[in-house]
């Protein structure tokens, strides 16, 4: 197995060997082995700050001097901004001023206003229409009427295109002005919310967007942070606060911040704050949401400033009554804005066709109308010129005559181009978002949080899914972690089972009411462990249960009495919260103490030592004095870790080993317990060595880590404990169905690899029998795939046909799990520093510059080349788990997808941490939950539950591809049908561009006669009901596999619609030649014939529909039948005498249909053409579904069967026995809390700096705040 080192190795020199001016060459950098814990570089990180990768610490006195010579020398390159406190006029400055427009400036920096909306009072109008007018078909339809004011080419009225341009563009602004609206009422939701800043030498309520950078402002508990702000102080000791970070990253464990100590000391009060004139130099907003580079300069000293000092916008203020800060980054610089990526302008796969098909026809239209044209200056030369009885009284050429009826039949014709299509789509569109947001089914009853269609425009590309991207944390899980099962002392804990031992199906859950400080949140099912507990008989049990009350780096307070714990992890949350129920509840705790709740009684133990988690100790213990004075450590850890250290002669080693596999079997997370006593004088010894680590001034971490080793070996087993990672409801069976719809799930998280691993098990993407590749597998064969590419490379390799050999033999159940860190040294996106030998601007001669081009393009087309690779393998996996990566990193792999496989994808998070990835897919769905709005702002659908997205795909996409392809087939049908009936008139008109109807029913054909009925299919039509789409997800793949709309299909409507106008206007052309009325007078004029082909043309395109409809409502019937009515009723009027009278040049065909229509003769000839029109199509269908019936016709065709057997239920695929895999478990990203609790920073002492705050009045709003 290749490992990546030499793998850039070779890199370097494939580029090198081309190029020996390695001076000014990039390079990837030769890192070792990537590291499978950490998440990445940032997104926004420089070739600089990589570079400037110094010494690990800086020594102190070092850094006091660099500081003070630098306070007064011009801002460094990457420290640029620059923000004064409670001085507005300063970010005023000429020099901050940026060029708008012309001679508009405004400042660089922001206001805190938010912009979501696209137009104003002013500028809606023109606008809305510019943009209108943007789109082919309606400019098109804009030339088409100027060019029917010309009266020497129109032989159509102006009015047969300007009455439904204008129905078109009304529609289409209508629904423009009520998204906007909708925008415009958000965002003043947001920017009209409130808190207070200083102005006038005071606080003052003000709203958000009328913060400015600089102002100091205060928050609340519970307050949203209305921007980037510098911390200065708090309420809480040393000014600490507690933010949650749930709409930055999902989670919903507190983090907390602390402010510099010069500024906890001295900006406490209202008229300290007042006065504050500090001055920040620091880093340009950019999207790195874990870094922050800047220097505060006050009092004459400069102060370093880091992320941990930072409130972002987004968060939330928690268990900290009030803080203030310094606003550095306002509104659209705010990092959560910055992570936002690109907004960009989705479109579907039917909307790009559909255009290509538009194109087509344009230019079917020009070519049949330039065919016609030719043909008229032809029929001009040999026939008209010498018909007397013909002169118009204009001295035309023939072949100027044949121009301008190249016009008129562009005019005539038009309608091939249908202008009703797009307003028809939009409508269609937007009555299935309603349905979506109506579906109750789709209801999350919990939280009120219906199913929301955000967008309008990409509904039936929810039928079309290859690809979901899921994040984990609250959109897989709901990030509560519960306590299921434990191992103690060898035995099984957690089964349904009484206090005698005796098993039981169905049992009530304990009672905890004997235990003052349970939360009564805990369901725990086996009554023996609580009648173990009270007993006292094996003294193990109540010592697992105080290991778990103390071995922890929690933090509690009280509300209204109860207790209430802060977590740095949702895991350690949930153990600490075991034992209180159990009857071990954590109390408090001092820097030197912590105070536990055993079985009622309150005892207080000295902390001598708190050993903190990292992700390579994987384990964290605490070393404790009891009461009686003996010296005891605890540990907890992964069951890796502890193994190691246990002592040789350790009970119960194998029985655990055996409970792990089986708590492993059932996914759920475990985690094991040990103790050891120690001895006073060993303790000593050891806290000499502990306390010279703690003060080291280099490589401190690594000397502590080593320190804790020696400490912590020769363990005793308690046992171990099984917490589940609560999967929202329906996980694995929304997750099974959606792949027997030949979906791929891929699983996108920053979380750790074991966690995501264990989820993967959860919710049966991976099986037992999954084989799983991780990233050094995948380096290994892509690096071998590109060998024998290179291999198979040469002269003629660009005319050798490309090779698609797999990675993996067929038949195998593969799955990859790959870290961030691997994924960038895969796909070659590791970041680059230039070598440091010479730095050269430009190269110094033409052929440098060749060869270092050509150089790039060779790293370029190497590293393209990979990442198909790499897309390709992953595809070939039935799961592919990708964690620890970045925003940015999910982004790309969507990107990855979208651009080798061509297929269309759709991401779903709830945090901000997916924004850029739902804006990447093709559609982005947000979960709605406690994780925060960012995901949900940017997404295209939300709702509350990811089981909700089997529905969305499976029953409202697949309906509305469905019926998109059938109205998109029918509406191109019906166009060709009544358009080309001109093109068959033309041949016996002389092709002088004479309209075979009437101008009042051009102009209502596609507006009235025929649009209802195909609106209503386009809406409301289903082929199977939403109970058999979900049971039958195969029918999911037409969508994915393009086949009810492509080409193909085009070319069938486009060939029965030339069928259907030859068989429109040659029967009624036949039946007219030599035919003579009951009256005796021949019917056979222009109006009457033109009356009959429009009377059998709108029987038979909504009959027609009536074919094509699935789903049989008595809208529907009505509107088939009322269609045709309609058209009969407005002719009459149309043609009556009355309306002659008053519009005597627009209405000319005075009394045609009374005449023709009570003819016997020409009701014979219409039912005749329609019948001719309609039989081969209803033989066709009939013997399609015979013979060819397709998956949907057979569910149609045994439905009732169907229906009546009981209700399907899916088959349990993942029930497993024993697993040599061991289920890992999730500590905090980051280290706990432990600094904090042993330094005493955030203990409150009796009397804090926060008296001479209360002194001054704020006592009264504490207290409102309590109240």
Not at 56 to 65: F, I, L, T
Not at 282 to 300: A, I, M, Q, V, Y
Not at 443 to 466: F, M, S, V, W
Request: charged fraction near 25%; hydrophobic fraction near 40%; glycine fraction near 6%.
């Amino acid at each position: 197995m290749s490992q990546p080192g030499p793998e850039s190795a070779r890199c370097l020199q494939f580029a090198s060997s081309m190029n020996s001016e390695r001076d000014s060459e990039t390079t990837f950098e030769e890192d070792s082995q990537p590291n499978d814990e950490v998440v990445p570089y940032s997104d926004d990180e420089t070739e600089d700050e990589l570079e400037d990768q110094g010494p690990a610490v800086e020594p102190e006195q070092n850094r006091v001097n660099r500081e003070a010579e630098e306070q007064r020398e011009p801002p460094r390159k990457d420290c640029t901004w620059q923000v004064k406190a409670n001085d507005r006029s300063f970010h005023e400055q000429p020099h901050f001023m940026n060029t708008k427009f012309f001679c508009i400036k405004e400042s660089k920096y922001a206001n805190n206003a938010i912009k979501t909306y696209k137009y104003n009072a002013f500028s809606f109008l023109p606008m809305n229409l510019f943009e209108q007018f943007k789109r082919a078909a309606n400019f098109y339809f804009l030339i088409l009427l100027i060019l029917q004011a010309i009266p020497q080419i129109s032989t159509l009225a102006w009015y047969t295109t300007l009455f439904p341009l204008l129905v078109v563009l009304g529609i289409t602004a209508m629904k423009d002005l009520v998204d906007d609206v909708a925008r415009h009422k958000m965002d003043n939701e947001i920017n009209n919310r409130t808190c207070e800043v200083i102005k006038d030498g005071r606080f003052k309520v003000t709203k958000w967007k009328e913060i400015q950078v600089g102002d100091i402002i205060r928050l609340k508990k519970n307050d949203f942070i209305p921007a980037d702000i510098l911390l200065l102080s708090s309420s809480e000791p040393n000014s600490l606060c507690y933010v949650e970070t749930a709409e930055l990253d999902g989670e919903t464990n507190l983090k907390f911040k602390m402010a510099l100590e010069i500024t906890h000391q001295y900006l406490q009060r209202e008229n300290a704050l007042t006065t504050f004139d500090g001055f920040i130099e620091c880093e340009e907003p950019n999207n790195r949401l874990d870094k922050f580079t800047g220097t505060l300069f006050w009092r004459n000293t400069s102060f370093p400033l880091d992320a941990d000092k930072i409130l972002l916008r987004g968060c939330v203020i928690r268990n900290t009554d009030f803080c203030h800060g310094m606003v550095i980054f306002a509104g659209a610089d705010t990092k959560i804005m910055k992570n936002s990526g690109k907004t960009r302008f989705k479109r579907t796969k039917i909307d790009y066709l559909m255009n290509y098909m538009v194109y087509t026809i344009f230019v079917v239209l020009i070519l049949v109308s330039a065919g016609l044209a030719i043909g008229h200056a032809y029929w001009e030369a040999q026939i008209g010129n010498n018909s007397w009885y013909l002169y118009d009284g204009e001295d035309y050429t023939p072949s100027y005559r044949g121009f301008l009826n190249f016009w008129g039949y562009i005019i005539i014709l038009n309608t091939m181009v249908p202008i009703s299509l797009y307003v028809s789509v939009e409508v269609i569109r937007l009555g299935q978002s309603y349905f979506i947001n109506w579906d109750l089914q789709m209801y999350y009853p919990d939280k009120d949080t219906p199913a929301k269609a955000r967008t309008t425009t990409l509904n039936e590309q929810l039928g079309q899914i290859h690809y979901i991207f899921s994040d984990k944390t609250g959109t897989l899980t709901q990030n509560i972690m519960t306590f299921k099962k434990c191992c103690i002392n060898g035995q099984i804990y957690g089964d349904h089972r009484d206090a005698s031992q005796n098993n039981h199906s169905k049992i009530e859950p304990v009672d905890f009411s004997w235990n003052m400080f349970a939360d009564g949140k805990l369901a725990f099912y086996d009554h023996y462990l609580i009648e173990q507990i009270h007993s006292g008989k094996e003294s193990e049990v109540r010592q697992f249960f105080f290991l778990l009350a103390v071995c922890h780096t929690v933090m509690v307070d009280r509300i209204d009495g109860q207790l209430n714990y802060q977590a740095a992890s949702p895991d350690e949350g949930a153990l600490v919260s075991a034992a209180r129920n159990f009857g071990f509840a954590f109390l408090a705790r001092t820097q030197n103490t912590i105070t536990i709740s055993e079985l009622g009684t309150e005892r207080t133990y000295d902390v001598l030592a708190i050993l903190d988690f990292n992700s390579d100790r994987k384990r964290m213990s605490i070393i404790v004095r009891t009461p009686e004075g003996n010296i005891r450590l605890y540990c907890k850890g992964a069951d890796t870790v502890i193994y190691e250290r246990l002592h040789q002669m350790s009970p119960t080693k194998q029985e655990t080993q055996d409970a792990l596999d089986i708590f492993a079997s059932e996914t759920l997370r475990t985690l094991c317990l040990c103790y050891k006593e120690i001895e006073e004088k060993e303790y000593e010894e050891w806290n000499k060595k502990f306390m010279a680590a703690s003060i080291a001034s280099t490589n401190r971490d690594e000397a502590l880590d080593k320190v804790y080793e020696e400490i912590e070996k020769d363990l005793i087993l308690l046992g171990a404990t099984a917490i589940e990672d609560k999967l929202q409801d329906g996980v694995p069976e929304t997750i099974s169905k959606l792949a027997k719809a030949d979906i791929k799930i891929w699983v996108l998280t920053g979380d750790k690899k074991e966690t995501a691993e264990n989820i993967g098990f959860a919710c049966e993407l991976l099986t037992e029998d999954t084989t799983i590749c991780y990233g050094e597998d995948i380096n290994a064969l892509l690096h071998t795939r590109m060998e024998n590419q290179r291999n198979r490379g040469g002269v003629y390799a660009k005319f050798a046909p490309p090779v698609h050999e797999p990675f993996f033999p067929s038949g195998e159940n593969r799955a990859l799990i790959i870290t961030g860190s691997w994924l960038n040294e895969i796909l070659l996106e590791k970041k680059t520093k230039r070598s440091k030998i010479l730095k050269l601007k430009f190269p110094r001669t033409e052929e440098e510059r060749r060869m270092r081009t050509q150089s790039k393009r060779r790293l370029e087309a190497r590293k393209e080349q990979r990442q198909k690779n790499f897309v390709d393998l992953a595809c070939e996996c039935s799961a592919v788990i990708c964690c620890r990566v970045t925003p940015k990193q999910k982004a790309m792999v969507v990107d990855l997808v979208k651009r080798y496989k061509k297929a269309i994808t759709l991401a779903i998070g709830d945090g901000a941490n997916d924004v850029n990835m739902i804006k990447t897919a093709h559609i982005g769905v947000g979960i709605s939950g406690q994780e925060g709005m960012q995901a949900v702002m940017s997404s295209d659908y939300s709702f509350a539950q990811f089981r909700y997205l089997q529905r969305l795909l499976l029953v409202h996409g697949r309906w509305s591809y469905i019926r998109m392809c059938k109205f998109l087939r029918y509406f191109f049908y019906k166009n060709f049908a009544f358009t080309l009936v001109h093109f068959w008139y033309s041949f016996f008109n002389g092709y002088s561009a004479q309209t075979a109807y009437e101008d009042w029913f051009i102009t209502l054909y596609n507006v009235l006669y025929s649009s209802l009925p195909v609106l209503l299919m386009g809406l409301l039509d289903q082929d199977v009901s939403d109970k058999l789409s979900l049971r039958f997800p195969g029918l999911y793949v037409v969508g994915q596999r393009d086949l009810l709309f492509n080409y193909k299909k085009f070319f069938v409507s486009l060939v029965h619609g030339i069928l259907t106008s030859m068989i429109l206007f040659f029967i009624p052309l036949g039946a007219y030649l030599q035919t003579v009325g009951q009256d005796g007078e021949a019917p056979s004029d222009y109006q009457s014939f033109a009356v009959t082909i429009a009377s059998a043309l709108i029987i038979t395109v909504n009959f027609q529909i009536g074919l094509d409809t699935s789903y049989w409502t008595f809208v529907n019937a009505f509107s088939i039948f009322g269609s045709i009515a309609l058209y009969f009723g407005i002719m009459f009027d149309f043609h009556s005498a009355g309306i002659h009278v008053l519009f005597p040049s627009a209405f000319q065909f005075t009394g045609t249909a009374s005449n023709a229509l009570r003819q016997p003769y020409i009701w014979l000839t219409i039912i005749l053409t329609v019948a001719v029109c309609l039989l081969p199509v209803v033989a066709i269908r009939f013997l399609s579904m015979t013979i060819w019936p397709s998956e949907s016709d057979k569910i149609q065709k045994h439905r009732k069967r169907l229906k009546a057997e009981e209700q399907w239920k899916r088959r349990q695929v993942f029930r497993r026995g024993v697993s040599s895999r061991r289920s890992a478990y999730a500590f905090s990203h980051q280290r706990g809390y432990a600094d904090l609790i042993s330094s005493g920073r955030s203990i409150r002492k009796k009397r804090s700096p926060l008296d001479a705050i209360i002194a001054d009045g704020t006592a009264e709003y504490r207290r409102t705040v309590e109240s």
